[in-house]
Structures are given as structure tokens and as C-alpha cells.
């Protein structure tokens, strides 16, 4: 028995993302890099040159034209671009411009993240995330970049999945900076909502005519056992303080990978009879359709 063949609407896009840190090689100059090298981090082993793709972009943009993309979410990565405090290294900048260029040369539309989980040493030095003024920095930094990457840029995300940021990195402790701390995770994410918004715009101001958002890390969460209640709480901080501040925003981004079953007593970790994929998640492919059904509902 076979089934109907499947299309999708008139119009329907096609692309693929990458994060700077993960593809490009000698990022030295970020939290990241630091963390893992330090024992007990949870890192098997450094970045490294990664795939060199600092280097080797524009094999890149021959395998995306090959695929047949019609869109490639990329990051910029902060610590190449602003080194230190208010220096900024305006090669890095034009080496993202020609990166953009080339994508529109071959009919690829350029989106660009502005903070995909690296932040440069200095800031972390200074507290990072933590501190309310950070939310300014990273403001700076995007109206530098906006500017000069205006011309390049069809659409622009702020923050890739900042729950992601303050979760695991200061409430679970194994991103950086490896903190445990509830109440220091809510602050988090006052900041990182801080500086979504200054950083909308920054980047408006700089590129007008860019379409501006940000990109969210969502799970299908499901109660069982009696969890709804811990389910709101948890839904709360992952996804609803971030969603109450798209407001205005020309897109939010919805990235998911599973679902997450709640009990009475928090998240269930356990499979549920199903497989899991190279990451530990549950196969679980129901999640994208509830996801993005709940993030239309709730924007």
C-alpha cells in the first residue's frame, strides 16, 4: 500500500543553520573555548579548528547552492568582532559581509543570528549575563554589526534559544559558566529579555527593512501524574518570558528537538518506550507540529 506522494505550499522554504563556534575553527576569544578546557567541563574534547569554515566558507556556499536551500541561518561570532571592549576589528565584519554576499549571489537568503551561545571573554569576565549592563553591550555590538552588514542581511535573529543560555548555564551548570543557582537564572533571563529587545532595535535602526526576531527553544511538554501544575511552572521559564517579549517582532524562530513529560515532581527523563537520537532525546516527531501550533496561539 502506498501513500500519497507529499508536497508542501507554494512558496514553502527550505534551509539548513550553523553556529559560529561549531563550524569555524580558533575561536579562542569566547566562554566557550575556555570551557572546554577545563577538567570536569562535560566537553570529550575541544573545538579545535572545527570544520575551518572561517577558512573554508565558501566551499559551504557551493554544498547549500547544491542542496538547494533557499535560506541559511548562520552566526556571527561576537569575539572576532568586538575582541575587547568597544575595539571592534572591521576584517571580521567585511569577512561576514562577503559571506552574505556570496549566499545572494547564488540566490541563498542570508539569516543572521547575533549571539549563538559564545559570548567574548571580556564580557564573561565581567559577569556576562548576569550583569544588567550586558544587555547594553550586546545592543552596541548590534548596531555595529547591523550597520555594516545591512546590505547583506534578509533576516536577523537576536538571541539563538536564550533558555538554553540560562538553564543549562546557570541553572543545570554544564554550559558555561557551569552555575547552579535558580534565583541567578531568573536574572538571566531578565537580562538576555533586556537585551532582545535594546538589540531589536539596534539592529532596526542600523538595517531598516530587516525582518527582526528571535529563535526559541521549544519542547512539546506533556503532564502526566498530575504535573500540570509543574509543567506551567517549568513552561514559564523556558518559553513564556521569552515569548511575552516578541511582542512587535517581525518573526519568532521555534526550534525543537522532543517532547517533555512532566510529573508532580518536575521533568521525566526516562524514555518512554520510544528511541532515542545521538543526543539522548526521546524520538518524538509530533513535537514540531505542537511547538509551532503553540507559539502561533501564544504570539
Known amino acids: 500500500m502506498s501513500s500519497a506522494p507529499q508536497t508542501f505550499p507554494e512558496g ?7 553556529a559560529a563556534h561549531q563550524i569555524e575553527g580558533a575561536n579562542w576569544n569566547n566562554d566557550w573555548w575556555r570551557w572546554e578546557h577545563l577538567a570536569g567541563s562535560g566537553c570529550k574534547e575541544p573545538s579545535g579548528d572545527a570544520c575551518d569554515s572561517w577558512n573554508r566558507w565558501p566551499e559551504d556556499v557551493a554544498v547549500l547552492s547544491e542542496l538547494g536551500v533557499t535560506d541559511y541561518r548562520f552566526s556571527l561570532e561576537w569575539s572576532r568582532i568586538e575582541p575587547e571592549d ?3 576589528s572591521t576584517a571580521a565584519l567585511d569577512h561576514y559581509l562577503r559571506q552574505c554576499e556570496a549566499l545572494l549571489d547564488v540566490g541563498i537568503d542570508p539569516v543572521v543570528t547575533f549571539h549563538h551561545f559564545t559570548t567574548p571573554r571580556w564580557l564573561a569576565d565581567r559577569g556576562g549575563w548576569e550583569q544588567p549592563e550586558t544587555a547594553d553591550r550586546f545592543a552596541a555590538f548590534c548596531e555595529r ?10 533576516r536577523a535573529c537576536t538571541i539563538n534559544e536564550p533558555s538554553m543560555v540560562s538553564t543549562i548555564g546557570y541553572l543545570l551548570g554544564v554550559f558555561p559558566p557551569g552555575k547552579q543557582d535558580a534565583g541567578l537564572r531568573r ?3 531578565e537580562v538576555l529579555v533586556d537585551a532582545h529587545r535594546k538589540a531589536v532595535d539596534a539592529i532596526r535602526a542600523n538595517a531598516p527593512g530587516v525582518p ?4 526559541l527553544a521549544m519542547s512539546d511538554y506533556q503532564a502526566v501524574d498530575g504535573g500540570e501544575s509543574k509543567l506551567e511552572q517549568i513552561r514559564r521559564s523556558m518559553e513564556d518570558v521569552f515569548f511575552e517579549a516578541t511582542a512587535g517582532d517581525d518573526f519568532v524562530g521555534v526550534q525543537t528537538y522532543s517532547r517533555t513529560r512532566v510529573g508532580a515532581e518536575g521533568q521525566i527523563w526516562e524514555p518512554d518506550g520510544r528511541p532515542t537520537l545521538i543526543m539522548g ?5 509530533e513535537a514540531l507540529a505542537a511547538t509551532i501550533r503553540r507559539a502561533w496561539e501564544v504570539t
Open 187 to 189: 536574572q538571566v533571563n
Open 212 to 215: 527582526v526576531g528571535i529563535t
Open 86 to 88: 568597544g575595539e571592534f
Open 281 to 285: 532525546y526521546e524520538y518524538y516527531p
Open 145 to 154: 554589526a547591523a550597520a555594516h552588514l545591512a546590505d547583506g542581511i534578509l
Open 12 to 18: 514553502f522554504r527550505w534551509g539548513t543553520a550553523t
